[in-house]
């Protein structure tokens, strides 16, 4: 079992900075796979980042370059540092824990780009 907790959503203007956190109740090392998905109304959850617990990490396309997702072993956290923002950016945002053969979600935060 692993519970989630996303942090870190808000509003911010376009070409701005977020930051997103993601608690985990149990070690980071311990998790497979975490990553970001983001929802935008009317459209299907999409990748955002993900990090192994190796570390390897993957960016969706639309990202790459802008977002960076890393993560803190002594606080069980993973982050997505997010720059130069876009309106298109703006969704709720998930954190994700794959653990075989079980996945599990954080409530969602929400991130608004304003142009």
């Known amino acids: 079992q692993v519970q989630l907790a996303e942090s870190g959503g808000g509003l911010v203007q376009a070409g701005g900075s977020l930051r997103l956190s993601c608690a985990a109740s149990r070690s980071v090392f311990s998790i497979d796979i975490m990553g970001w998905y983001r929802q935008a109304p009317g459209k299907q959850r999409e990748l955002v980042a993900t990090i192994t617990s190796s570390g390897r990490i993957g960016y969706g396309p639309s990202v790459k370059g802008r977002f960076t997702i890393s993560r803190d072993s002594a606080k069980d956290t993973m982050y997505l540092q997010m720059n130069s923002l876009k309106s298109e950016d703006t969704a709720v945002y998930y954190c994700?824990?794959?653990?075989?053969?079980?996945?599990?979600w954080g409530q969602g935060t929400q991130v608004t780009v304003s142009s």
């Open positions: 994700h824990a794959g653990v075989y053969p079980s996945d599990y």
